[in-house]
């Protein structure tokens, strides 16, 4: 009897060490909260030429200065030298608050969203340093290098945290 309680309480303190030691990067936004104030000043550290690697390829994202409230980019994935898919998007200041907008385009340019659909991200939280979208963080690590963390879901209903690491160019 003693040998499944000992298991259940290993098992249980391996999780919670682990779940300390790795805490997530992206925060979600749930039912009843309400997006705080922020502006795009306030992260206006996002604009640049950024190249990293992701998917096993090269990744790169070109950020605009805020104007006309919003900050405009794109995204581009190439794989042994070829597109594997595009998104263009941008960040709008609306109502004292900030929203993520993008969407997805196959390397031929072919949406992956209906014509009227854009995949939207509303803004959880604003530090100094991150700013948190629903399950997407911009990480200001210097001048020069951003984190980016998405969360990922698949088909099968499973979901990963993937981090873009992006060094200016």
Do not use: C
């Amino acid at each position: 009897m003693r040998l499944p309680y000992i298991y259940l309480l290993l098992v249980l303190s391996i999780s919670t060490t682990f779940a300390q030691n790795n805490p997530s990067n992206v925060l979600k936004f749930t039912d009843g909260m309400n997006s705080p104030k922020a502006s795009l000043q306030e992260i206006s550290w996002i604009s640049g030429y950024w190249r990293g690697e992701a998917f096993g390829g090269t990744t790169e994202e070109i950020w605009s200065d805020p104007l006309g409230n919003s900050m405009m980019f794109s995204f581009k994935l190439v794989v042994d030298n070829e597109i594997q898919f595009y998104e263009v998007g941008g960040i709008t200041e609306n109502n004292n608050t900030l929203l993520l907008q993008l969407k997805h385009f196959h390397g031929d340019f072919k949406g992956w969203e209906k014509k009227d659909e854009t995949v939207d991200f509303k803004l959880v939280k604003v530090e100094k340093d991150r700013v948190y979208f629903d399950e997407f963080t911009f990480e200001k690590i210097s001048d020069n290098e951003i984190n980016l963390y998405v969360v990922v879901h698949n088909k099968d209903g499973f979901s990963d945290e993937v981090k873009f690491n992006y060094k200016r160019k």
